[in-house]
């Protein structure tokens, strides 16, 4: 049995379309996921002293969109640490 490669992959031009759709979808799933990972203020993956790391997003915008809102004006519903 052969493996798929470049020169293969000439021959049949309609799987490039299904490799880059695939591969684009690959992509973004790493990609959302390692922004979890990283970006959420519920993750910690570093615990510093007796510090809360949330407290930092008290005045954050945390949603994505959010039309018409000042997060820096509001009160948070939080209680304070």
């Known amino acids: 049995m052969q493996g798929m490669t470049l ?3 000439a ?3 309609a799987l490039i379309p ?3 759709c695939t591969g684009l ?3 973004g799933a790493v990609f959302y996921t390692l922004r979890l990972a990283l970006r959420n203020p519920d993750v910690q ?3 510093r002293g007796d510090d809360i790391s ?3 997003y008290r005045a954050k915008q945390y949603k994505f969109y959010s039309p018409n809102l000042d ?3 509001l009160e948070s519903p939080a209680p304070k640490y």
């Open 11 to 13: 021959k049949h031009k």
């Open 7 to 9: 020169k293969s992959l």
């Open 18 to 20: 299904l490799y880059f």
């Open 71 to 73: 997060y820096s004006k």
């Open 25 to 27: 979808g690959c992509f």
């Open 54 to 56: 949330n407290e930092e």
């Open 45 to 47: 993956w570093v615990r």
